[in-house]
């Protein structure tokens, strides 16, 4: 492997990410007062004890004897299947990896491109401002305009979703033509300093407003692919391409439609919400649609030092919603985000929204049933007798991860009764929220990642029921004192009322299409056993954890719907020289070093692949691929690596191409529009715009093989 670069601890140089960043993406979450104050027990330090390579294979083995009991798919009934960890000192066989992963990783590097690896090439799918929609101008950076932003691809794209495109009109069923897909996009914040020449943050113009408006929501475009290669093309002016935006119509549905909670001056029913922000990851359902997570839409709102009433001041303080002006001044060119004028409006964020592709003129609804968060991700997979169970993650400090699972079954076929009665499946089953139990006394863990008594740092899990949703938006708590409408718009509370274990930013969750197992991307949590935050236990002993880790969880017999899980940690990240590091049991000399995992995604051949934001290691960050079963479970690879500044998102694994998001290039301190820190993708004395990649072989064979 080659030489490692100097870590780097701060927001200097390449490493970790940048307080830009930082500023204009979460409105500098990680440097505020962490929300989560409540003394539930933290799981970031359980993980970090899991770092001898004898405790790791102890856990490994409970989950493989877990898993043998029998696992689900995520579109359907499964197998269970065994992911046995090879004995401790093994020696990796001769070859260039397991299937799916055999390319040479590409080294650790500052460079200002997207580098891949040797033998393959990559195409920009879309760029921002790209025009997708008929009548739509080419982009203009000097030109900007908020009605031409609204039919051009938007900024920041962060999840991504392929789907097959149906029917000689886009309708459902039927065939497309020739690798023709339906690309849809999540576009998570804007970055005004890097968009506008001339940009004053403290004085923006309404038409810089309104086309930050514009560059956030959805998009969807048909891309095309090129006969004889992995090159994806957008189709402009399809009948099927779309921009939803901040301003465009959402309808709330489940418990929480019409509830006082939601209703505001100018929405008195409490069922229609203008515009989705901070869409980070998602997740595409078995019956055609995409799922997009609103995450940090706390820093849009204005004037939470206003607020007098306690209750009120208390749930926005726990969404991370305060202070006066927001950053991007919003609240001076329409009054929804102003709390001093709509106290209710923040409630209308938070969700995951569900979007149906296929037609253009649907209205996309945000599936209150699913719980309000700072959503990362929203990922499903089907129970053995066909019912959906999503998964997600919590994005902050301390918070918690989440199930849901739904009552109704999913209606098979193309039919459209079959895709109206699948449009419900989101709206009525059980919200649960993690707890993770360690299996030593608690005396035995000392916060230093020493080895408790029995060797081992593993334990079993509970999903906790919050509240279930039935027929006609009606709903049963099951956290006390809190009624159902409580507990889904302030989900977090519920989570703290029963006992929830804190986690290290849980950000992305998968379980594997053919295993059934389930990987929780922690990112990192460097407030870990500070002063005043939570301390150890079995499930979390790393202090000041920079560098994340990848939980691997085996639910019940396999089965999605089950209630307990065992638990162990899959991946410790960080230098490989580190010994608190950890490789699924897979010798350290032979991986890629890897730090703060983000998105996760899985390819045909059941490999994980791991996309970070915020390396700690002084390069780029990348994607990365890792066995998860077989003799080289754990050999993790990195294929890529990101230009200057930025984010890698919405990794997406086909047989022939990988996809990925170019997030924030150029977001490094100190760069602006008119003073660029990457010339990504266009070159010098252009504007740095984020960019959809695909990346494939160049002979045309499947990725990795």
């Known amino acids: 492997m080659p030489k490692l670069l100097p870590i780097i601890t701060s927001h200097q140089g390449s490493g970790g990410r940048s307080a830009l960043t930082c500023r204009f993406r979460c409105g500098d979450a990680c440097f505020g ?341 700072k959503h990362e991700a929203a990922q499903p997979r089907l129970t053995h007798d066909g019912r959906p169970v999503v998964y997600m993650g919590d994005d902050e400090k301390f918070d918690y991860f989440y199930k849901f699972v739904s009552s109704k079954r999913m209606a098979k076929g193309t039919s459209r009764a079959a895709h109206e009665h699948n449009l419900t499946l989101l709206d009525e089953g059980t919200l649960y929220v993690a707890k993770l139990t360690g299996d030593s006394p608690a005396a035995d863990i000392d916060g230093k990642g020493t080895l408790p008594g029995d060797g081992e740092f593993d334990g079993s899990g509970t999903w906790i029921p919050l509240a279930t949703a039935g027929p006609g938006g009606k709903a049963v708590s099951h956290v006390e004192g809190m009624t159902a409408e409580e507990v889904y718009v302030f989900t977090r509370l519920a989570g703290d009322k029963v006992g929830a274990t804190k986690m290290d930013r849980p950000e992305d969750i998968e379980p594997s299409p053919h295993t059934g197992k389930v990987y929780v991307a922690l990112t990192n949590n460097s407030d870990r056993g500070k002063a005043g935050k939570a301390g150890a236990d079995e499930a979390n002993p790393r202090n000041l954890n920079k560098h994340g880790q990848v939980l691997e969880l085996t639910e019940r017999r396999g089965r999605a719907e089950a209630t307990t899980f065992a638990w162990s940690l899959f991946l410790v990240a960080g230098d490989p020289d580190d010994p608190s590091t950890y490789f699924a049991g897979f010798p350290k000399d032979r991986v890629s070093p890897i730090s703060c995992p983000d998105n996760v995604a899985f390819d045909p051949h059941g490999n994980l692949w791991l996309s970070t934001d915020g390396n700690q290691l002084g390069s780029h960050d990348g994607l990365f691929g890792v066995a998860t079963r077989g003799e080289r479970r754990g050999e993790l690879k990195q294929f890529l690596t990101m230009p200057t500044g930025a984010e890698t998102c919405g990794p997406l694994i086909q047989d022939r191409r990988v996809l990925v998001a170019v997030q924030h290039p150029g977001e490094v301190d100190g760069a602006s529009a008119e003073k660029p820190a990457s010339t990504w993708p266009d070159g010098p004395g252009k504007l740095v715009r984020p960019s959809v990649v695909s990346v494939w072989r160049e002979d045309g064979r499947d990725i990795g093989v």
């Open 33 to 373: 007062e962490v929300p989560n104050t409540s003394e539930n027990e933290y799981v970031g330090d359980v993980i970090a004890g899991a770092l001898s390579r004898r405790s790791m294979m102890r856990a490994a083995a409970v989950v493989t004897v877990a898993a043998t009991a029998g696992g689900s798919l995520i579109a359907g009934p499964g197998v269970g299947e065994a992911a046995a960890a090879a004995p401790e000192g093994r020696t990796a066989k001769k070859g260039k990896g397991a299937r799916g992963l055999r390319f040479t990783p590409v080294a650790p590097n500052t460079e200002d491109v997207v580098t891949v690896p040797t033998g393959y090439e990559q195409n920009v799918v879309i760029r921002w401002g790209e025009p997708i929609l008929r009548g739509a101008p080419a982009f203009d950076p000097d030109r900007q305009t908020a009605k031409a932003q609204a039919g051009q691809f938007g900024y920041n794209n962060d999840f991504l979703s392929l789907l097959p495109l149906r029917g000689k009109h886009g309708g459902h069923g039927g065939h497309g033509g020739h690798d023709r897909q339906v690309l849809v996009a999540n576009h998570e914040y804007t970055d005004e300093i890097l968009m506008f020449k001339g940009y004053d943050p403290e004085n923006p113009t309404r038409e810089q407003v309104e086309i930050a408006w514009a560059a956030h929501g959805l998009s969807v475009v048909v891309v095309e692919g090129e006969r004889r290669s992995g090159a994806l093309r957008a189709v402009p002016r399809h009948h099927l391409n779309r921009r939803l935006t901040a301003t465009s119509r959402f309808r709330l549905s489940g418990p929480v439609a019409g509830s006082d909670l939601v209703r505001t001056k100018a929405d008195p029913r409490g069922t229609t919400v203008l515009g989705t922000l901070n869409n980070c990851s998602g997740g595409t359902t078995p019956w055609g649609t995409t799922l997009h997570g609103e995450e940090n839409f706390n820093q849009y709102f204005a004037n939470a030092v206003k607020v007098t009433d306690p209750t009120a001041a208390a749930r926005l303080k726990r969404y991370g919603v305060s202070g006066a002006a927001s950053e991007r001044k919003w609240e001076r060119f329409d009054d929804r985000f102003d709390l001093a004028k709509e106290p209710n409006e923040p409630n209308r964020f938070g969700w995951v929204v569900e979007l149906d592709p296929y037609d253009p003129d649907s209205t996309p609804r945000k599936r209150t049933a699913l719980g309000r968060f």
